[in-house]
């Protein structure tokens, strides 16, 4: 279990130790912290401008150390055909890195994972569970 600032810290960590071209799927519900996590390794791969954005974008694109960092939010697909106007290919083969929330509703257009994170709730509001596979 880990607090924010943990997992801050390990997703820093992991995003420096990162190879070129991984494909990141950060899973788990509502809140458990997937947005956190990619930030903090977009931040380990170089990114330095702010990763907030007002509006709603599937995609976004970020400088980072070594070539683009993409993050992708599929939560507002209803179905995964509705991604299918995402240049997957070309985000896979531009990127350093992609790094994908709610992968499973783009399954079967996004990349294969080179690397899973599963994050979830615990008990105490202020940790959370995360499995890297
Ligand atoms: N230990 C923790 N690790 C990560 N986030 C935590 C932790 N404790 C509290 N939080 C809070 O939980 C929230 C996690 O939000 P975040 O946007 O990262 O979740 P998410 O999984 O991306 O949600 P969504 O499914 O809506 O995209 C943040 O407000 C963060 O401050
Ligand atoms: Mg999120």
Redesign the pocket.
């Known amino acids: 279990?880990?607090?924010?600032a943990?997992?801050?810290l390990e997703g820093e960590r992991m995003g420096k130790a990162l190879a070129p071209g991984a494909v990141v799927y950060?899973q788990?519900?509502?809140?458990?912290?997937?947005?956190?996590?990619?930030?903090a390794i977009a931040r380990g791969l170089g990114v330095t401008e702010p990763a907030s954005s007002p509006t709603y974008a599937l995609v976004h694109r970020y400088a980072g150390r070594r070539g683009p960092v993409f993050h992708l939010?599929c939560?507002r697909l209803k179905r995964p055909e509705e991604s299918a106007d995402v240049d997957w290919e070309g985000l896979a083969a531009e990127g350093d890195a992609l790094l994908i929330?709610?992968p499973e509703r783009a399954a079967g257009w996004a990349p294969a994972a080179t690397l899973r994170m599963q994050?979830s709730h615990r008990s105490d509001?202020?940790?959370?569970g995360l499995d890297v596979g």
């Open positions: 279990m880990l607090t924010e943990e997992l801050v950060l788990g519900e509502l809140g458990a912290g997937k947005t956190t996590m990619a930030r939010d939560y929330e709610w994050l509001p202020a940790v959370r």
